[in-house]
């Protein structure tokens, strides 16, 4: 039976650490958008019915995209009283109202397309793309696994300059388990800010030609092996 209770090993079984990493490169599966829509007016019922009008408008051009629109949120709503003060008296002056919308979408086609549309509503702002990987994306497992081959490909070669081979896995862990900050499996891409016209124009803008970014999904594993005697 194996001893493996010596936490360097023995001479009769040493023992070899290594790290296995991968960092590879994928295309993105979503693009994230998000979106402020505003208003303002003297009256704050006033206010409320153009923030309304506006958020409902923004609302049903994402859902015309079907399921190009994988995710659908309404974020923080509010209205504010902007007050001019003269004197001792405080008086609003104008209510501002906005709200936040995040999009994401899994169609890059009607990406372009419903950014330049939302783009060109009054009183939105829109920002982004923010590309990303799906959490559960079959990119994490192959870094995961190309991060293991590569460990094993160093032992052996530790191994074999030693004039030596591996003869078992003592153990492998993931950097996360050793109480060490994780690595950042996805790169996002902040695509920038596209502010909204005053007004619509009269005739439909172009879409956007958004080029996806490429995400760096990176892994790291510590690996301890049992090797056979070395031959020095």
């Known amino acids: 039976m194996t001893d493996t209770t010596q936490p360097y090993g023995t001479p009769d079984q040493p023992r070899l650490a290594v790290r296995g990493e991968a960092r590879l490169q994928f295309d993105p599966e979503t693009a994230r958008l998000s979106i402020t829509v505003s208003a303002r007016g003297k009256d704050r019922r006033a206010a409320l019915e153009d923030l309304t009008r506006r958020n409902t408008t923004v609302l049903e051009l994402a859902r015309s995209y079907g399921e190009a629109i994988e995710e659908l949120e309404t974020g923080a709503l509010s209205i504010t009283p902007e007050l001019h003060q003269r004197g001792r008296d405080e008086k609003v002056r104008a209510y501002h109202g906005r709200v936040h919308i995040t999009a994401v979408l899994n169609d890059f086609t009607a990406l372009g397309e419903l950014t330049t549309r939302i783009g060109d509503l009054d ?18 497992g192959e870094a995961r696994r190309q991060a293991v081959h590569e460990a094993v490909q160093r032992a052996r070669e530790y191994a074999a300059a030693l004039g030596a081979q591996l003869a078992a896995l003592v153990e492998l862990a993931d950097l996360g388990a050793e ?13 920038g800010a ?28 510590n690996a301890r092996f049992i090797m056979t005697p070395p031959k020095l």
């Open 123 to 140: 009183m939105t702002r829109i920002d982004g793309p923010w590309w990303a990987l799906r959490p559960d994306s079959p990119a994490h």
């Open 194 to 221: 596209l502010p909204a016209p005053a007004g619509a124009a009269p005739d439909a803008a172009p879409a956007l030609d958004l080029e996806p970014q490429q995400q760096t999904v990176h892994a790291q594993v």
């Open 179 to 191: 109480n060490t900050p994780p690595p950042a499996y996805a790169r996002s891409a902040y695509g």
